[in-house]
């Protein structure tokens, strides 16, 4: 089980860490990715990192901007976001999959969380 938290709103060009808990399995054995859906819009990819921590793989949109990072200890994996647009306001969704190849596909994972909602306003 996936449980998102952090998202809130806040002003173009400011900062949000949101935080991605797992229950259930030894999850340093999972990869997780951040998605994220903005209403009428397709669900986006932004990142996927690997259950060691050491291969991180950034989406376009969100490349420089965005950080993945994870603490296996707590069984949480993070999202730092930097300089947010009103273009970044989306659900903002984690998930997690076994295999640790990079996948961009939400389908294509094993458990996803419900989501956090990020607003940016200008």
């Known amino acids: 089980q996936l449980v998102e938290s952090g998202g809130q709103l806040v002003q173009a060009g400011g900062s949000l860490r949101l935080s991605c808990a797992a229950s259930?399995?030894?999850?340093?054995?999972?990869?997780a990715a951040w998605f994220r859906q903005a209403p009428g819009k397709e669900r986006e990819f932004l990142g996927h990192?690997?259950?060691?921590?050491?291969?991180?793989n950034y989406g376009r949109p969100v490349q420089g901007r965005f950080t993945i990072s994870r603490d296996n200890s707590k069984n949480t994996v993070y999202l730092q976001m930097n300089s947010l647009k009103p273009e970044d306001t989306a659900l903002y969704s984690c998930?997690?999959?076994?295999?640790?190849?990079?996948?961009?596909?939400?389908?294509?994972?094993?458990?996803w969380g419900q989501g956090t909602q990020v607003t940016v306003s200008s």
């Open positions: 998930a997690a999959r076994f295999s640790q190849v990079v996948v961009t596909s939400w389908s294509e994972y094993d458990s």
């Open positions: 990192i690997t259950g060691n921590g050491y291969a991180i």
């Open positions: 259930g399995g030894t999850f340093s054995r999972y990869a």
